[in-house]
């Protein structure tokens, strides 16, 4: 599909918000997944890395660690994705910390495949404690990725990044960003989801806060929240229903992982309950 300019997208998106609708995007580990999702009249489609792991029965997480190239995994993923969504906007997760990437050409030809808008995904912001410090120290930071943000606000790409605390959402406010999607951590639930998270009033708390300090820089901005506890309708209706400033959600086990999950067994054991004659 052809790109979206990025002006018609946020015009699109603060009518719907204006209207009292909330904003949905989803991750596409698969065409089919990404094929589904516009039927259901989904916002934003996000491709990143974590889904193709996903989707083949592994953790999430997985798109963390070097099982792969991720900046090279999404544009493989975009041949099968892209083709298939007819006017959904669709997103690339971009691995801003990857050395080997010249950004401001990467980020050329993933507007020239057709995404619409970046994620910064992979993220070292999921990371913590000694380890987040090490990569911090040499050179291998979330500085990268809010210029990697910046420099997609420069090309007109939309931008959508994660952010992990107020600080972070400040800097991606200032970097240019769209949309801010505070992440609660890895989704929970499920065959293959996190069994340890924040509540859902512990994460509520972060999203306004994040929120709040983003906001400070520029007013416009949109807040859709991400992540851990926020795994189902319930739970995000629990976020907007209590928060002050979320617009929406985002996400990835929770559209595509967990409904496969739960409608392949549900099928098979109605296919198993049939008697032979």
Sequence with gaps: MPRIDRSKILE?????IADGVPIVGGGAG??????????????????????????????????LLAYGNANEIVKEMALEVLPVCKTTPVIAGVNGTDPFVIMPKFLRELKELGFSGVQNFPTVGIIDGTFRVSLEETGINYASEVDMVRQAREIDLLTTPYVFDPDQATDMAKAGADIIVPHMGVTTGGTIGATTSKSLEDSVRLIDECAEAARKVRKE?????????????????FVLEHSEHCNGFYGASSVERLPVETAIKSNIEAFKALKLK
């Design 12 to 16: 699109r998106l603060n009518r719907q």
């Design 30 to 63: 698969t065409g089919i997944s990404a094929k589904s999702e516009e039927a259901g009249g989904i916002d934003l489609i996000i491709v990143y890395n974590s889904g193709r792991y996903r989707m083949a029965g592994r953790a999430s997480s997985a798109g």
């Design 221 to 237: 901005i949109i807040i859709i929240a991400h992540g851990g506890p926020i795994a189902t309708p319930d739970d995000v209706s």
